[in-house]
């Protein structure tokens, strides 16, 4: 049996994907039964040199999406726009659908799914999120038995390998930068990256399915890794922890938490361990208790095998004339849990005089806003006369947090709250 490919793109991960295609065709049929014909690629610019015959490349979307020969679309383009319309259009011409696309995924992908439903065909998405990580299939297939209670995760690399260089190098956050720049982990635009937004498509992604609920990005909190100053990798270490970008959501009583911030999360804890651009996901459910998924979560060739992986599916589904589809439902408007009724501890830096009464006042600041101080360091200052201020909270209220720091910061006694980040 055949299935006729077209491909929406040919760049990091859709080159990738031809190669494996066009390489291990004969494998992939003695595996399968099926015969994954790559029919045509869709590309921006014909001219450029590609490994793959010429005759393959196409600039005109139509043929690929109104060729009734395709039976399967494979979108790794990337963006918002025009691939979601690709993607719709496909599903709408009876075609199944693979795509890497976590920005269509999290934004429109409970839409598309409905779509696809109708259709009777298959929307795949495997890879946008968490690259060659199996995630979704994990949810989808494996924990489907569970009530899924939480996730935590550290699901963007490039963050990851900034604040690792940050820990261990001692250098800024610019510097840092440059430095994933150079290394080619960061766009030259890094706000994706820096400022959460990559993170948190991906965990409204992984939220929505955990919890069968539309967790639309924009309702995610989300807080990126500018204010994140070199110095609190010292004292992080020194309280026993490593400071990483957490992507965490949870179902708290009937509600939905879902955020994304830099949070110091104890050193012994499975995702401080987690180094360099690599990515992990905890997942906790009601029957099968704590799983961890660690991996590579980037990269044309990780993010291949999960595009490869979706095709496979999709193959032994039509193979099997019985759609491998397990019906997503998401509840449309779940009740969210705002950022300021989250329960969190946090950590606190502050430069303030070093005189009698800081401390007290301080302290009744933390006091009659619900806030139970944990621990406190104090150390010298760089600037004469001042002292500087670290504590650690317990678990409060993260209005209650916030009304402390900004009332804190007002207080004659202290110069400046340097310093603010929540602690797992
Ligand atoms: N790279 C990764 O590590 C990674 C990991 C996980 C998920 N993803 C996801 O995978 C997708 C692809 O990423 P990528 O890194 O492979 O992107 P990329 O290297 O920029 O490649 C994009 C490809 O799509 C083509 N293309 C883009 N817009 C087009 C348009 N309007 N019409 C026709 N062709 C168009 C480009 O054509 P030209 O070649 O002619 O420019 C190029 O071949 C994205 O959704 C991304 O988020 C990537």
Redesign the pocket.
């Known amino acids: 049996m055949q299935l006729s490919v077209g491909l929406?793109?040919?760049?990091?991960?859709?080159?990738q994907v031809a190669e494996r295609l066009l390489a291990k065709r004969r494998e992939i049929a003695d595996r399968t039964g099926v015969e994954l014909n790559l029919t045509r690629v869709?590309?921006?610019?014909?001219e450029?040199p590609?490994g793959i015959p010429r005759a393959l490349l196409t600039?005109r979307?139509e043929d690929i999406l109104e060729d009734p020969a395709i039976q399967v679309v494979v979108?790794?383009?990337?963006?918002e726009e025009?691939?979601r319309s690709y993607l719709e259009r496909a599903i709408r011409a009876g075609k199944h659908v693979v795509?890497?696309?976590?920005?269509?995924m999290a934004i429109h992908g409970p839409g598309l799914l409905e779509l696809a439903g109708e259709r009777d065909v298959d929307v795949y998405f495997e890879?946008?999120v968490g690259?060659g990580i199996p995630l979704i299939s994990t949810f989808k297939v494996d924990l489907i038995a569970n009530e899924i209670e939480r996730i935590a995760a550290v699901i963007n690399g490039t963050t990851n390998y900034m604040l690792g260089r940050m820990a261990s190098a001692g250098i800024s956050f610019d510097e840092a930068v440059a430095e994933a720049q150079a290394a080619g982990f960061a766009e030259a635009d890094p706000s994706s990256d820096v400022d959460g937004f990559d993170a948190a498509y991906k965990l409204s992604i992984l939220a929505s399915i955990a919890f069968g609920a539309r967790v639309h990005p924009d309702q995610v909190f989300r807080e990126g890794i500018r204010a994140v100053d070199p110095l609190d990798f010292r004292y992080a270490r020194e309280l026993g922890y490593e400071i990483k970008l957490l992507a965490y959501a949870a179902r708290t009583g009937g509600r939905i938490e879902a955020r994304v911030h830099p949070a110091m999360i104890p050193a012994h804890h499975p995702l401080a361990t987690v180094e360099g651009a690599f990515n992990a996901v905890q997942i906790t459910g009601d029957l099968v208790g704590e799983v961890l998924l660690w991996g590579q979560?980037?990269?044309?060739r990780?993010?291949a095998s999960a595009v490869v992986g979706d095709l496979l599916d999709v193959a032994h589904s039509v193979r099997k004339g019985a759609f491998n589809r397990i019906a997503m439902r998401f509840d449309a408007d779940p009740p969210m849990l705002p950022m300021a009724e989250v329960t969190t501890k946090a950590y606190f830096r502050l430069r303030a005089l070093d005189q009698p009464g800081v401390l007290a006042a301080v302290g009744t600041v933390f006091a009659e806003e619900g806030v139970s101080i944990a621990s406190m360091i104090q150390k010298d200052s760089v600037e004469e006369g001042t002292a500087e201020l670290v504590f650690t909270t317990h678990p409060a209220l993260d209005a209650g947090l916030q009304r402390a720091r900004s009332r804190i910061a007002q207080l004659e006694q202290v110069k400046q709250v340097c310093a603010f980040l929540r602690v797992v």
Do not use: C, I, Q, S
């Not at 929406?8 to 080159?15: K, R």
């Not at 869709?42 to 014909?46: A, G, P, Q, S, T």
């Open positions: 929406l793109g040919l760049g990091t991960v859709g080159a869709l590309v921006r610019d014909l450029r590609r600039g979307p979108e790794v383009m990337g963006g025009p691939a795509t890497a696309n976590k920005v269509v890879a946008a690259g979560g980037a990269g044309g990780p993010t």
